[in-house]
């Protein structure tokens, strides 16, 4: 199962954590895993493209899947707010693929959980 922990601060996303494979399919076929990782990978390209803000990430496709992502700090508010947005809009992606896919996919966030409906 693929986990996602959203951490928060008081200033909004702090850090997302995407742990673990949906092992829906088999390798090359998963469409589970594959939505999750275009997604995140997505996300974090646009962060680095459209906000010239080289993400923080780890990972490893070692032992089941990881990415962290530590949102920059940033003293720009209107960069920090487009920051948040496109985290945001992760982390509603993700909830919508474990909405569909929940045998697969666990989303952990105190501001969305329950659905992003909320």
């Known amino acids: 199962m693929i986990e996602v922990t959203v951490t928060r601060n008081q200033t909004g996303i702090a850090e997302i ?3 673990g494979h949906a ?3 088999r390798h090359g076929e998963d469409i589970v895993c594959a ?4 997604v995140s990978i ?4 646009g962060i680095d493209h459209l906000l010239g803000i080289t993400p923080d990430i780890q990972q490893a496709a070692k032992d089941g899947g990881y990415l962290r992502w530590r949102l920059a700090s940033t003293a720009d508010d209107a960069l920090h707010e487009k920051q948040q947005l496109l985290a945001e809009s992760m982390v509603i992606a993700l909830i919508s693929i ?9 989303v952990k966030d105190p ?8």
Request: no cysteine; aromatic share 10%; charged share 5%.
């Open 35 to 38: 939505g999750v990782s275009a």
């Open 111 to 118: 501001k969305w959980q329950g659905g992003a409906s909320q």
């Open 23 to 25: 092992n829906a399919a």
């Open 98 to 106: 474990a909405q569909q896919y929940a045998r697969y996919v666990s």
């Open 42 to 45: 997505g996300i974090l390209n």
């Open 17 to 19: 954590v995407i742990t």
